[in-house]
């Protein structure tokens, strides 16, 4: 099976901050690689397909690149609405596998 | 508006078997591949299985497979979850989600799950 490991953990910042959060896979699996946001109690958002697509109507300040092994998720000016759990998925090969998750939280 | 709706939780004891209901709405359902996730309370998400659009092909995370059978019924745009022989660490909330084809900048089709449920919740306590 894939691994995909993800940093950090969590983090906290502040509102304007810009963040990265990392995403490695165990072996190559091009730009099969996802990116959702989960927000408590609710069900996970897709925000990036295929390691850089932004889904319509995710806000620009959001970015993703990366192929191969490492892939990054981008806000380039953090807003409260954005203070959530992140999440990598690749769809590579089944068992489709998804990371541990990144906490983002308001310094 | 497009829409996926799970039902069927509930609180079972182990061993017990327990069937989850997913119906779609607002797109044609028979078109897509159809995913279960689950979240352990205070966890990540774990994918569980996938079922082609057309029932042809079915893919298992290895935690459960022998155990959970995915199926789909295109006629009722209903997907399903059969769970059996449950164990305590089966205790998760359920999702449902669609898959969706994307392209990558060099026009590569990737894959991702677009459309999600609100969640079933799962309890298999004594």
């Known amino acids: 099976d894939i691994q995909m490991t993800q940093s950090p953990s969590s983090l906290s910042a502040s509102v304007g901050d810009r963040i990265t959060i990392t995403c490695r896979a165990s072996q190559s699996i091009t730009t099969y690689l996802n990116w959702y946001q989960q927000k408590p109690g609710k069900a996970p958002n897709l925000l990036i397909s295929?390691?850089?697509s932004l889904q319509d109507g995710v806000p620009s300040r959001f970015s993703g690149s990366g192929s191969g092994t490492d892939f990054t998720l981008t806000i380039s000016s953090l807003q409260p609405e954005d203070f959530a759990t992140y999440y990598c998925h690749q769809t590579y090969n089944p068992p489709q596998t998804f990371g541990q998750g990144t906490k983002v939280e308001i310094k | 508006q497009v829409q996926l709706v799970e039902s069927g939780g509930g609180v079972v004891q182990p061993g017990r078997s327990l069937r989850l209901s997913c119906a779609a709405s607002g797109f044609i359902f028979k078109n897509y591949g159809m995913h279960w996730v689950r979240q352990a309370p205070g966890k990540g998400l774990v994918w569980v299985a996938t079922?082609?659009?057309?029932?042809?092909?079915?893919y298992y995370g290895d935690s459960v497979k022998g155990r959970f059978t995915i199926s789909r019924d295109n006629s009722k745009n209903t997907l399903y979850l059969q769970m059996s022989n449950l164990r305590a660490e089966d205790t998760a909330v359920y999702y449902c989600?669609?898959?969706?084809?994307?392209?990558?900048?060099?026009?590569?089709?990737?894959?991702?799950?677009?459309?999600w449920g609100q969640g079933t919740m799962v309890t298999v306590s004594s």
């Open positions: 079922i082609w659009f057309d029932g042809s092909d079915k």
């Open positions: 989600a669609r898959e969706n084809g994307f392209y990558d900048r060099s026009g590569s089709q990737r894959n991702a799950l677009d459309i």
């Open positions: 295929a390691a850089s």
